[in-house]
């Protein structure tokens, strides 16, 4: 028996030995480099930043690297997708220690009958580690690794905290990564709003979430008959009764719609630019921050609506783009901003174009940060630096031909936009009917160091000196208010800078509008009205600063004669576009030489609203000015708006 026993420890007892050993040495070998489990409550999943509209209630856009993910606990997520889940991808989740050997053995046997390693029954602790800190790439290595960290998870945390790290984990196909970010995308709602057939197909992607796409024909077939199976399997192990399983078959499910258009994408793209600025684009695509704008979706798809319209009526007029900005002069937050037809991804026009050389109409230009000609836009200012200076409405200027000079190399010799001059007319007059040779004598007004009654003389030559300092004046009110661009030497602009003869943008001339809207107060642009980190904490919050730059008289009186109508009636008729019959509002035309820019700004005290028209390459429209081109889009937009709007009118 002695004998018989040392044979048989011979041939058994001692290959088992030698075998467990083995396994103790591979497991400490390959242990011995392995992350820890406890990194899990250390790491943070990477979480897409989100840009917001004011409300919180409108996702605008989302930042995110190769992952998209909101992370959400295990509690908001419906009981449904949880137990879908476990029934298809780990049916012994909560009785096993983090690996199922039988399952290991069953996927080994239909490996070995295809012949390739197809199945790999790891559980849903082995799927985790896998992705968490080890390759996709099936070798013996790396399934040793996942099956100790799987053990070792398994063992230090709660089945539930796996579950939850598990289901915010795993990829779901269009850069989707966990169920909330799933669900956004392919629902358009929260994980907690989906339904049971909705959960099933969430759980269905798991298995191969690209293939098992719903936006081509072939991926979307096989992803509705997977459903069906999870359904199946999860009535199988006693999660749902048969008929529940078989009326949620029968439920439709309706997938969002995969567009590459993206809502505001210029206002949306400004605010990614000035994220990026500020934190750095690699920060944001993992710091799952939320980002809450200033920008109200209801008044931004009628400024988009609005501008659209007039792209198509103004095309007949060799004007095939514009720019809408609308902002609160009280706290310089933007409430809406659109270009051209609104779409990013618009064809240019015309199609065959050079992006930023020849084209009239260029989607990826945010044409309301482009530099332009503002024409008699400009106006308002050079006139704000004569009332400042204590001049007031009804001091009379001589509107007739008049030499100014040489400037530039040449007489300076300009004429009123409908070659018409007025004789002696008020400075009320001047402003309101936008009268370039009178405008131009009022920056002689300011230049001079004593004030007089009225300016009626005609030979300005010689006086170039006062027109300079002037021109000094007028641009430190424009600069006051908060233009920036310019910025070139006094001595590089000449009298012509009161018809719009420097450039700006945009923004930033409805925003200098916006200091007489508001009783003569600088502000600050605000799009961000406050940033979230992923805890909730607020890390932003935007300040309203306010800087007094015009006393209350200036103010009146620009706002006075810009909202006055029957002042304006003899250019622009009694009925303009620039014409509210229930509100009183203030507002300036605006058209360069050549009619290469066509503007329109107008406010009430709780709106300014800056409309751009023209081409992207600069070109000539067919000789319409502002008040045909930029106007009817301003004005359209302020009828919508102004019934709903607070303090809407002076």
Not at 318 to 331: I, K, M, S, Y
Not at 483 to 501: D, R
Not at 598 to 616: E, F, K, R
Request: net charge positive; hydrophobic share 40%.
């Amino acid at each position: 028996m002695k004998r018989k026993f040392k044979l048989a420890f011979k041939i058994v007892g001692f290959p088992l030995i030698l075998t467990f050993f083995s396994l103790i040495f591979l497991f400490l070998y390959y242990a011995k480099d392995l992350p820890r489990p406890e990194i899990f409550e250390e790491m943070e999943m990477a979480q897409s930043t989100k840009i917001y509209d004011r409300t919180g209630e409108y996702l605008l856009y989302e930042i995110y690297g190769e992952e998209k993910r909101t992370y959400v606990t295990l509690d908001k997520i419906p009981k449904y997708l949880r137990d879908a889940v476990v029934a298809t991808e780990d049916a012994n989740f909560y009785k096993h220690f983090g690996v199922d050997f039988k399952g290991i053995l069953r996927a080994i046997i239909e490996d070995l009958k295809i012949g390739r390693p197809l199945y790999g029954g790891s559980t849903i602790p082995q799927q985790l580690v896998r992705s968490a800190f080890l390759t996709l790439k099936k070798t013996p290595k790396r399934k040793i690794r996942e099956v100790i960290l799987a053990i070792e998870l398994d063992a230090k945390y709660p089945k539930d905290q796996i579950l939850e790290w598990y289901l915010n984990q795993v990829p779901l196909g269009q850069n989707a990564y966990g169920v909330e970010a799933a669900s956004q995308i392919y629902f358009g709602k929260h994980v907690f709003e989906i339904s049971l057939p909705e959960a099933a197909i969430l759980a269905a992607l798991i298995k191969a979430p690209y293939k098992l796409s719903p936006y081509d024909e072939e991926g979307k077939k096989e992803l509705l008959e997977r459903k069906d199976y999870v359904l199946d399997r999860m009535a199988e192990l006693g999660y749902l009764s048969k008929e529940e399983a078989e009326k949620a078959k029968r439920e439709e499910i309706f997938f969002k719609e995969k567009k590459e258009k993206f809502f505001a994408p210029y206002f949306v793209l400004w605010i990614k630019k000035i994220l990026e600025e500020k934190y750095t684009r690699e920060y944001l695509q993992r710091a799952g921050l939320k980002v809450y704008t200033s920008l109200d979706v209801k008044m931004q798809k009628i400024a988009e609506e609005v501008v659209k319209e007039g792209l198509k009526r103004n095309k007949f007029f060799g004007a095939h783009n514009a720019c809408l900005v609308a902002l609160d002069p009280r706290n310089g937050e933007v409430l809406a901003m659109t270009v051209g037809t609104g779409n990013y991804y618009e064809k240019p026009y015309p199609e065959n174009c050079t992006p930023g050389k020849n084209c009239k109409f260029d989607p990826k230009v945010n044409v309301c940060f482009s530099l332009r000609q503002p024409g008699s836009a400009f106006k308002p200012f050079v006139y704000a630096a004569a009332f400042k200076k204590g001049y007031d409405d009804k001091i009379l200027i001589l509107d007739e031909m008049t030499n100014f000079g040489v400037w530039g190399g040449k007489e300076y010799i300009p004429k009123n936009y409908d070659g018409i001059f007025r004789g002696w007319v008020t400075i009320r007059e001047a402003l309101a009917q936008s009268l370039n040779v009178s405008s131009i004598k009022v920056l002689y007004l300011v230049g001079k160091n004593e004030k007089i009654e009225k300016l009626g003389i005609n030979d300005f030559r010689g006086k170039e000196g006062i027109f300079v300092k002037g021109l000094a004046e007028s641009l430190k009110i424009a600069k006051d208010l908060g233009i920036t661009t310019l910025n070139k030497p006094i001595s590089n602009y000449g009298p012509s800078l009161v018809l719009g003869g420097g450039e700006v943008n945009v923004l930033e001339m409805s925003l200098a509008y916006g200091a007489f809207a508001n009783g003569g107060y600088k502000i600050s642009v605000n799009p961000i009205l406050k940033i979230e980190d992923k805890e909730g904490k607020v890390i932003y919050q935007a300040k309203k600063e306010k800087i007094k730059v015009l006393e209350n008289k200036v103010v009146n009186l620009i706002n006075d004669i810009l909202s006055d109508n029957e002042a304006r009636t003899p250019m622009f008729g009694k009925r303009s576009p620039l014409y509210f019959e229930n509100f009183k509002v203030a507002v300036k035309t605006g058209t360069t030489q050549n009619y290469r820019d066509a503007w329109t700004i107008g406010y009430v005290p709780s709106l300014v609203v800056g409309v751009w028209v023209g081409n992207n390459d600069n070109s000539k429209t067919f000789k319409q000015p502002g008040v045909v081109l930029a106007a009817p889009i301003w004005h359209r937009f302020l009828e919508k708006i102004l019934p709903q709007r607070e303090s809407n009118s002076f």
